[in-house]
C-alpha cells in the first residue's frame, strides 16, 4: 500500500503538502521524505507511529526534509521505541544531528544513520522478504531514486495434493520452496503436482526530484507502479530541463521505457491550479496513470 502524505513542490499552497509519501509492508511503515506537515498528514491517515523504522531522503532540499524535526520529536513524545534508520547522504547525516541535537535532545529511541553515495546504486535495506535499493537521479543537488523490490514469494501449497501424497506438515516449507516429495516407498512426486505457482512480487519505484533521464529506465525495472515527479506539464519544458524537473510527459516516457504498468503523478508546481492537465498529458504517452493527491492509499495488488 502507498500512502501520499504530500505530492506539492517547494512552494507550498493550500491545496497540497510537500513530499512524503509511506510504503506499507506487511505491517512495517517506510517514509520516503519528509516535507514539511508530514507528521500531521500521517496522523490523518490514522497511520500507526510506532510502526516506522526507516526514513529514505531522495535529497536535502528542504520541502523534502523539513518535517524531519517535528516528527522525530513527536514520536518520541508517544510510544516510539527501539530504532529508527534515517537513510540519507553524509551531509544529510551531519546536518540533521546538528538539528535533532538541538531540538530532539532526549529521545526514547535510537536514531541511526545508513549513509548513502548519491554517485552509484547501491541497496539501502534488505530484509527476507524486501529489497530497497537507489537510483541515482538528475537534479540541481545529489539525489537518489528509491526501488522498493518484494522478493519472490513461495509457491502455494495444494493441500489437497499433500494430503494425498503423504506429505508431513513439516515439510511444508520445504515444498514450498521448490522441492520434491519422495514417498517412503520411493516414488517421486514432483513440485509442481503439490503447488501452484507464487504471487507475482510487486515493485514500486519511487523517483523525485528529477530531470528527464531515459537512460536510467532499464535500471528502474518494470514496476508495477511509478512515482516518477511531473512539476510541470510540456508547456514549460524548457524551465524543466534547467531546474532539474521533469514535464508529465517526459514521466510517462520514462513509465514506457522501464515498462512500468502504472504510473502516479506529483510534485506539482504551484503554478499549477488544476492537476487534471498532468493526467491528461501523461495519458497521451501511457494508459495508465494515477492522479496523486493528499490522503490517496494506493494498493499494489487491486491496480488492474
Not at 190 to 207: E, V, W
Not at 247 to 263: D, I, K, V, Y
Amino acid at each position: 500500500m502507498i500512502h501520499t502524505l504530500g505530492c506539492g513542490s517547494a512552494k507550498p499552497t493550500p491545496r497540497h503538502n510537500p513530499s512524503s509519501t509511506v510504503v506499507e509492508f506487511r505491517n512495517n511503515l517506510f517514509m520516503v521524505d519528509c516535507g514539511e506537515g508530514a507528521q500531521k498528514a500521517f496522523q490523518m491517515q490514522r497511520l500507526k507511529m510506532n510502526r516506522l523504522s526507516h526514513i529514505f531522503l531522495t535529497h536535502l532540499h528542504g520541502d523534502h526534509v523539513l518535517g524531519l524535526p517535528g516528527l522525530v520529536s513527536t514520536l518520541g513524545l508517544g510510544d516510539m521505541g527501539g530504532e529508527l534508520t534515517i537513510h540519507t547522504f553524509a551531509e544529510g547525516e551531519r546536518i540533521l544531528k546538528d538539528i535533532f541535537g538541538f531540538f530532539a535532545r532526549h529521545l526514547p529511541y535510537e536514531i541511526k544513520f545508513n549513509i548513502l553515495d548519491p554517485s552509484r546504486e547501491e541497496v539501502a535495506l534488505e530484509t527476507k522478504a524486501l529489497r530497497v535499493r537507489t537510483l541515482p537521479l538528475r537534479h540541481v543537488v545529489p539525489t537518489v531514486g528509491y526501488i522498493f523490490e518484494e522478493k519472490e514469494k513461495p509457491r502455494h501449497l495444494d493441500r489437497a495434493m499433500c494430503d494425498f501424497h503423504g506429505v508431513p506438515m513439516s515439510q511444508f516449507n520445504n515444498i514450498k520452496a521448490g522441492m520434491d516429495w519422495t514417498r517412503p516407498d520411493g516414488t517421486i512426486v514432483s513440485n509442481s503436482r503439490l503447488t501452484t505457482d507464487p504471487s507475482p512480487a510487486l515493485r514500486y519505484a519511487h523517483l523525485s526530484d528529477t530531470a528527464f533521464a531515459p537512460e536510467i529506465a532499464g535500471r528502474i525495472g518494470a514496476a508495477d507502479l511509478l512515482f516518477h515527479e511531473t512539476t510541470y506539464t510540456d508547456l514549460h519544458r524548457k524551465e524543466a530541463a534547467e531546474r532539474g524537473h521533469s514535464t508529465a510527459r517526459q514521466a510517462a516516457e520514462m513509465a514506457s521505457l522501464s515498462g512500468s504498468r502504472w504510473l502516479m503523478t506529483g510534485h506539482y508546481s504551484s503554478r499549477y491550479h488544476d492537476e487534471n492537465v498532468f493526467r491528461e498529458e501523461a495519458l497521451e504517452v501511457h494508459p495508465n496513470v494515477l492522479l496523486n493527491r493528499e490522503g490517496l492509499r494506493t494498493d499494489l495488488t487491486a491496480l488492474p
